[in-house]
């Protein structure tokens, strides 16, 4: 058998093309070359460890004392972050100045600043910590506030690691979420040394809330918490149509920080290539309010992220279409046009959307009520939106009443709606001649002159008003 490369006769590809292949590969590294260097850099996550070095760090936990196990664990944490690209670290603790007696509620104080090749401060100032104060927590998340740089790329996380509850008059849950609104830092993490019952909730309150039994639970509980913080975590948000099949899609999805309301991520629901839900990265250090922007809106609240994994939601969103038009051929388009529908649901208050006359809408399954802000009001109640179908619904064509007015003056247009006169309309009273769309059905024009004081000087001309035609007043 012979082989390629010993064929006598070898294609010899033509000069001009060798030309062209080597002139396109060099345009593509220099493509890729630009796409690399314009593409964003990570974000930099500083990590502020807020230590207690109250008084009560000193009680036996185990073997030996809770600071010395605070000191250890911290440091082995610490030495496993410090080879990490884009991670800063900072130590700030509390109730090591003062002593306890003294009830020094301003105790607390940066001891390392931000930076990125600060562990061997940070663990050389843990070791000469000595407790001996209280536990002012609020006041060092007002300090820590800005321990942090400005920064608005950043990932700000606050790591708090106390045996006890705030000392001093103040509410640090309140401090901690005020922080979080105003973009500080994410959702804290409280690690409890072995907390008390009676201390869990007033710790809880603050953010993520770990109560360490044991010197490994503590371990256990960083390892946690950095998994959390530093790993990617994806979440795949199915919409359920009417089946419990996920094929709703394009909808906006808006990602809220459960805690602080702030928006976190927009994004457009997208199904991929093989129709399944797709992907997308959220920070899993907070957690979730999803709004998808359907009409009307869903809503999935308190969405706890797993990290280091794909995170499957399940949201019913099944949707149908409704479609509004004229019934029959129209005239005055220019008028027509300008008609709305007001569209509530039946058994809710409010309006979820306007929508234009010849348009459709796509909605959530369901009951609506819709009002045509026509002359008069058109109302049709109870209109089903059924999955993946459109309903369609016609309202008469309306006509066009033309008014004339010699001279300005008073009144209105009354319909008669059943066997009852309702008035719909007030002429305007500067004068001027009028033009005004009205629905099929019987009118009385009411008119007097400004000119007149005699109540019995009042006109009144009766008009009936056909889908699509015309008709007139003069006074």
Same mark, same amino acid.
């Given at each position: 058998?012979?082989?390629?490369?010993?064929?006598?006769?070898?294609?010899?590809?033509?000069?001009?093309?060798?030309?062209?292949?080597?002139?396109?590969? #060099?345009?593509?590294?220099?493509?890729?070359?630009?796409?690399?260097?314009?593409?964003?850099?990570?974000?930099?996550?500083?990590?502020?460890?807020?230590?207690? *070095?109250?008084?009560?760090?000193?009680?036996?936990?185990? +073997?030996?004392? &809770?600071?010395?196990?605070?000191?250890?664990?911290?440091?082995?944490?610490? @030495?496993?972050?410090?080879?990490?690209? $884009?991670?800063?670290?900072?130590? &700030?603790?509390?109730?090591?100045?003062?002593? *306890?007696?003294?009830?020094?509620?301003?105790?607390?104080?940066?001891? =390392?600043?931000?930076?990125?090749?600060?562990?061997?401060?940070?663990?050389?100032?843990?070791?000469?910590?000595?407790?001996?104060?209280?536990?002012?927590?609020?006041?060092?998340?007002?300090?820590?506030?800005?321990?942090?740089?400005?920064?608005?790329?950043?990932? $700000?996380?606050?790591?708090?690691?106390?045996?006890? /509850?705030?000392?001093?008059?103040?509410?640090?849950?309140?401090?901690?979420?005020?922080?979080?609104?105003?973009?500080?830092?994410? &959702?804290?993490?409280?690690?409890?040394?072995? *907390? @008390?019952?009676?201390?869990? /909730?007033?710790?809880?309150?603050?953010?993520?809330?770990?109560? *360490?039994?044991?010197?490994?639970?503590?371990?256990?509980?960083?390892?946690?918490?950095?998994?959390? %913080?530093?790993?990617?975590?994806?979440?795949?948000?199915?919409?359920?149509?009417? +089946?419990?099949?996920?094929?709703?899609?394009?909808?906006?999805?808006?990602? !809220?920080?459960?805690?602080?309301?702030?928006?976190?991520?927009? !994004?457009?629901?997208?199904?991929?290539?093989?129709?399944?839900?797709?992907?997308?990265?959220? @920070?899993?250090?907070?957690?979730? $309010?999803?709004? =998808?922007? #359907?009409?009307?809106? =869903?809503?999935?609240?308190?969405?706890?992220?797993?990290?280091?994994?794909?995170?499957?939601? +399940?949201?019913?969103?099944?949707?149908?279409?409704?479609?509004?038009?004229?019934?029959?051929?129209?005239?005055?388009?220019?008028?027509?046009?300008?008609?709305?529908?007001? =569209?509530?649901?039946?058994?809710?208050?409010?309006?979820?959307?306007?929508?234009?006359?010849?348009?459709?809408?796509?909605?959530?399954?369901?009951?609506?009520?819709?009002?045509?802000?026509?002359?008069?009001?058109?109302?049709?109640? +109870?209109?089903?939106?059924?999955?993946?179908?459109?309903?369609?619904?016609?309202?008469?064509?309306?006509?066009?009443?033309?008014?004339?007015?010699?001279?300005?003056?008073?009144?209105?247009?009354?319909?008669?709606?059943?066997?009852?006169?309702?008035?719909?309309?007030?002429?305007?009273?500067?004068?001027?001649?009028?033009?005004? %769309?009205?629905?099929?059905?019987?009118?009385?024009?009411?008119?007097?002159?400004?000119?007149?004081?005699?109540?019995?000087?009042?006109?009144?001309?009766?008009?009936?008003?056909? /889908?699509?035609?015309?008709?007139?007043?003069?006074?």
């Amino acid at each position: 058998m012979s082989r390629l490369s010993s064929c006598p006769h070898e294609p010899k590809l033509p000069r001009a093309f060798l030309v062209f292949i080597f002139s396109l590969a #060099t345009v593509t590294l220099s493509l890729s070359k630009s796409i690399a260097q314009t593409a964003s850099p990570p974000p930099i996550t500083r990590i502020l460890f807020l230590v207690d *070095a109250s008084s009560s760090m000193m009680v036996s936990w185990g +073997n030996e004392p &809770r600071m010395n196990v605070a000191k250890r664990i911290l440091g082995e944490i610490i @030495d496993t972050l410090k080879r990490k690209p $884009n991670i800063e670290l900072g130590l &700030r603790v509390y109730g090591s100045q003062s002593i *306890a007696s003294l009830n020094d509620c301003y105790d607390t104080k940066l001891l =390392v600043p931000f930076g990125n090749d600060n562990a061997g401060i940070i663990k050389e100032s843990l070791k000469n910590l000595a407790p001996m104060g209280i536990t002012p927590i609020s006041m060092s998340m007002e300090k820590a506030a800005t321990d942090f740089p400005k920064d608005v790329n950043a990932r $700000n996380i606050l790591i708090l690691i106390t045996d006890g /509850a705030e000392s001093c008059d103040t509410d640090p849950c309140a401090v901690s979420l005020a922080l979080q609104k105003n973009g500080v830092f994410l &959702r804290p993490f409280i690690i409890g040394l072995n *907390a @008390d019952n009676s201390i869990v /909730a007033n710790l809880q309150c603050m953010g993520a809330f770990y109560n *360490a039994q044991d010197p490994q639970g503590f371990k256990m509980a960083m390892q946690q918490i950095l998994n959390a %913080a530093l790993n990617p975590t994806y979440i795949q948000v199915n919409l359920l149509d009417i +089946n419990n099949i996920p094929s709703e899609t394009d909808a906006v999805m808006t990602f !809220y920080d459960n805690r602080s309301g702030a928006i976190r991520y927009n !994004y457009t629901h997208t199904l991929n290539y093989k129709g399944i839900s797709d992907t997308v990265n959220l @920070d899993p250090v907070s957690a979730y $309010n999803l709004v =998808v922007q #359907t009409t009307p809106p =869903v809503e999935l609240k308190d969405i706890e992220l797993a990290p280091k994994s794909i995170n499957k939601v +399940n949201m019913p969103a099944p949707q149908g279409f409704l479609f509004i038009k004229l019934q029959g051929k129209t005239i005055n388009n220019n008028i027509n046009g300008k008609i709305k529908c007001l =569209v509530k649901q039946s058994d809710k208050y409010g309006t979820v959307t306007v929508q234009e006359i010849n348009s459709s809408q796509k909605l959530i399954c369901g009951k609506y009520d819709l009002e045509f802000l026509t002359l008069p009001r058109t109302r049709l109640n +109870n209109i089903d939106i059924s999955q993946s179908k459109t309903t369609t619904i016609e309202i008469p064509t309306p006509g066009v009443l033309s008014i004339q007015k010699t001279v300005p003056g008073y009144g209105g247009i009354l319909w008669l709606n059943g066997t009852n006169w309702q008035k719909i309309y007030s002429l305007n009273e500067f004068g001027g001649n009028e033009t005004i %769309a009205l629905q099929p059905g019987t009118y009385k024009i009411i008119f007097r002159s400004k000119m007149t004081k005699k109540t019995t000087d009042t006109k009144e001309q009766l008009i009936n008003i056909t /889908a699509g035609g015309t008709a007139s007043a003069k006074f």
